[in-house]
């Protein structure tokens, strides 16, 4: 199945968490702490690999995770990374996020969500991170101090980010085969590439986007996209090739090929105008890329009456211009020498949108929000710490406080108006403001 868009789900693993542990041994009465750190959870990536050419593995599978970081044991033992996951897309794959509004959600109003650009993969095995692993949370060993020597206090494992990622294959090809529907693009792909496209005596025969490779010889080759045939008002979304479209953008030459087996010549230089005008209306920009026409089916009695006024008539749109026979042969290695020698000196086509850096979630901003007169303080790394850590223990509170301070959270909660014996909530305990 060609499928050319699609939206998956991706989770990094968990960091794993930290131990609180004591050294026991004969004969040592106060073994130290010796509780080792949680591995790091598992990153998800995505690659791109050239013996993919459709989205379509993706319908049956859509949620891809990487392996939690294991926790950290005693004897100061630290927890294996989890492993990493990679997702394998095709060449030409754009990766963008989707981003949900999130006061949207709250105040209940629906609005579309945003797509934000991570990764245009363009060549085999380039690769992505697409989300990140938690880090491990750190054991008691690491939070001794002059003062406390015997510390309860460890911290549990980051979550791993998790992502809706929306994907869209825009296949990517040197040469984009334009035409109507029978003109003899799969024909042409087929007699000049590896590719075993499906021919017809029917318009519309191809309905998926076929991309093969033309080798000169060892080392010297170049790439042909066919698409479905584009129809007057594709640009309106008439046929199919409109949509496919997409798959010759980054084609840096189009081959205009044009069937001369048609009553009166005339014919074939309205079709011409046609998939100019189609392009030109899909995008200026792809209309303004590296032109060849090409009058097809010249074996045939009425492409050899035609030639001569076609000819006079493609000289005057100034573009190079060929004829051929795709069926027999004729002319394909003058037309395909060509194309190569003009196609190793165009530039790649550049991307209009910026990619987007991945970043890691800042873990220790803090935010408060005052609930019921009780002032619940949000900073995922001080939640953690505190849900590892046993706070029945002096050690344990003075470390917490001395975050508070680290993290500015005693002057964010006397900005909001904290007084004493108010209680303060984080990570789901709570405290009394002194
Ligand atoms: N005589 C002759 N027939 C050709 C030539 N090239 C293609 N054909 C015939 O034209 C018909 C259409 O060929 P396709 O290659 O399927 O055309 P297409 O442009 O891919 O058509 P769609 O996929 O429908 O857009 C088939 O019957 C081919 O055998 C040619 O050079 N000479
Ligand atoms: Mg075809």
């Given at each position: 199945m060609f499928v050319d868009e699609i939206k998956i789900f991706v989770k990094a693993g968990k960091g794993g968490d930290g131990v609180i542990s004591f050294r026991k041994e004969k004969f040592v009465q106060k073994g130290g702490p010796d509780g080792g750190h949680g591995g790091h959870g598992g990153n998800v990536y995505m690659e791109a690999n050239n013996g993919l050419s459709s989205l379509g593995d993706f319908f049956h599978r859509r949620h891809f995770f990487a392996q939690k970081g294991v926790n950290g044991g005693s004897s100061k033992c630290n927890g294996k990374k989890g492993q990493d996951k990679t997702v394998l897309v095709p060449i030409g794959t754009l990766i963008y996020e989707i981003i949900k509004p999130l006061d949207l959600v709250e105040s209940g109003v629906k609005q579309t969500p945003s797509l934000r650009l991570l990764a245009d993969l363009n060549h085999h095995q380039e690769r992505v991170l697409i989300a990140k692993g938690g880090i491990g949370g750190k054991g008691?060993?690491?939070?001794?101090?002059s003062v406390d020597q015997a510390p309860r206090i460890a911290e549990k494992g980051a979550l791993g980010e998790d992502k809706e990622v929306f994907l869209e294959l825009k296949s990517i090809a040197d040469v984009g085969l334009v035409g109507l529907p029978n003109a003899g693009k799969s024909t042409l792909l087929s007699k000049t590439t590896n590719a075993n496209p499906k021919i017809g005596a029917y318009p519309f025969t191809t309905i998926i986007p076929n991309v093969g490779v033309y080798t000169i010889s060892p080392g010297r080759t170049f790439t042909f996209a066919d698409i479905p045939g584009i129809i007057e008002g594709a640009s309106d979304g008439k046929g199919l090739g409109f949509k496919f479209l997409r798959h010759i953008e980054r084609c840096r030459l189009l081959l205009y090929l044009i069937?001369?087996?048609?009553?009166?010549?005339e014919e074939c230089l309205k079709t011409l105008n046609v998939l100019f005008n189609e392009v030109k209306d899909y995008d200026e920009d792809l209309f303004s890329r590296t032109t060849v026409i090409c009058g097809n089916k010249i074996d045939t009695a009425n492409g050899m009456k035609n030639m001569p006024y076609i000819e006079e008539q493609f000289k005057t749109t100034g573009k190079p211009y060929f004829f051929i026979s795709g069926k027999n042969g004729d002319n394909l290695d003058t037309l395909c020498n060509y194309l190569y020698e003009t196609v190793k000196n165009l530039p790649e086509i550049p991307l209009e949108e910026e990619t987007y850096e991945i970043q890691t979630l800042k873990d220790n901003a803090v935010s408060v929000t005052i609930e019921n007169g009780v002032y619940v303080v949000h900073c995922e790394k001080l939640e953690r710490t505190i849900a590892g850590?046993?706070?029945?223990y002096a050690g344990s509170l003075r470390y917490v406080f001395r975050m508070f301070r680290k993290y500015h959270i005693d002057s964010i909660l006397k900005f909001h108006g904290i007084k004493e014996d108010d209680l303060v909530e984080l990570g789901g305990k709570r405290f009394q403001w002194f």
């Open positions: 008691n060993s690491s939070f001794t101090n069937d001369i087996d048609t009553e009166t010549p850590t046993d706070l029945g």
